[in-house]
């Protein structure tokens, strides 16, 4: 399997992609990424957060594209393609999470449609979570060489959606 540029944020498992979080025992919140303390959300004094296994799915909130590659030290796929860019908000959990988007091009999403988590090379190699319209992704995260990947930099991050239950902290 191609190692996670980001250990410890998402797994791939018996092929399936899941991001991971935490949540307060206490209130509930969840984190994402991963946090370790006490819960951030200023209303509870928990201090348990336990990880969790997020949501593979959820619906486009915001997106955008690039289309430009980036600038060294990132590695670009040559020739460069454009990427895809969604925030998606998390299936009843209140965050919003950003990645790339595989096999779909900002003509093709809509606030509001549904997407599903997979995982995928960056151009460079390390696998990354994305986003991929439901069924259609590629899942199983193993075998990847750095062609299969689109023209992406490395480092998807997130995005706090407005103050519900979750936060979501790049």
Excluded at 71 to 78: E, G, L, N, T
């Amino acid at each position: 399997m191609t190692t996670p540029v980001i250990d410890g944020w998402f797994t791939v498992d018996d092929g399936t992609a899941h991001l991971l979080g935490t949540r307060c025992a206490d209130c509930r919140t969840v984190h994402f990424p991963p946090r370790t303390g006490p819960c951030r959300n200023p209303h509870c004094d928990g201090e348990t957060l336990v990880q969790v296994r997020l949501p593979r799915r959820g619906t486009v909130w915001s997106y955008t594209n690039a289309c430009y590659p980036p600038p060294a030290p990132f590695v670009a796929a040559d020739p460069y393609e454009p990427v895809t860019l969604a925030a998606v908000e998390l299936a009843g959990e209140g965050i919003v999470v950003l990645g790339q988007v595989k096999g779909l091009t900002v003509d093709d999403l809509h606030v509001g449609m549904e997407l599903e988590l997979i995982a995928s090379p960056l151009a460079d190699g390390p696998l990354v979570w994305m986003w991929s319209a439901p069924g259609t992704g590629d899942t199983n995260g193993a075998d990847h060489t750095a062609k299969a990947g689109t023209g992406a930099t490395r480092a998807p991050g997130t995005s706090a959606a407005p103050e519900r239950r979750g936060e979501g902290v790049a």
